[in-house]
């Protein structure tokens, strides 16, 4: 994301184009590369047995109790559907706002 944000600042903020042989090939490497760095160290130290446990894993969002019996994880509906109505409604409301501002740049197009 910070590479995105500095791409995004060099782009807009800065006026005077400094000198930026292959820029694209340098943060990729850094953004691509360093998490995979970070995930290879991390496989190398620790012990993958832990990772696939079959018996105990279950799903947050299923509708069957686990193997305790214990249905805690039917408190996330709530917050995953108020979560998702938000999310919707936001997405809504950005289309409508750029099909309000397509309409009246055609409009102005059309008047003149």
């Not at 995930?39 to 969002?61: D, F, G, Q, R, W």
Request: hydrophobic letters at 45%.
């Amino acid at each position: 994301m910070s590479v995105e944000a500095f791409h995004v600042f060099l782009s807009v903020v800065v006026v005077f184009k400094t000198c930026e042989t292959s820029f694209m090939k340098k943060s990729s490497i850094l953004a691509w590369g360093l998490p995979a760095v970070i995930v290879i160290i991390t496989l190398a130290i620790n012990s993958t047995n832990n990772y696939i446990k079959i018996a105990e894993v279950t799903c947050l969002l299923c509708c069957f109790p686990d193997s305790r019996g214990d249905n805690s994880h039917l408190q996330l509906y709530p917050d995953i559907s108020r979560d998702m109505v938000s999310h919707i409604t936001a997405k809504k409301q950005e289309v409508q706002e750029l099909v309000m501002k397509q309409r009246i740049e055609q409009q102005k197009l059309t008047s003149e």
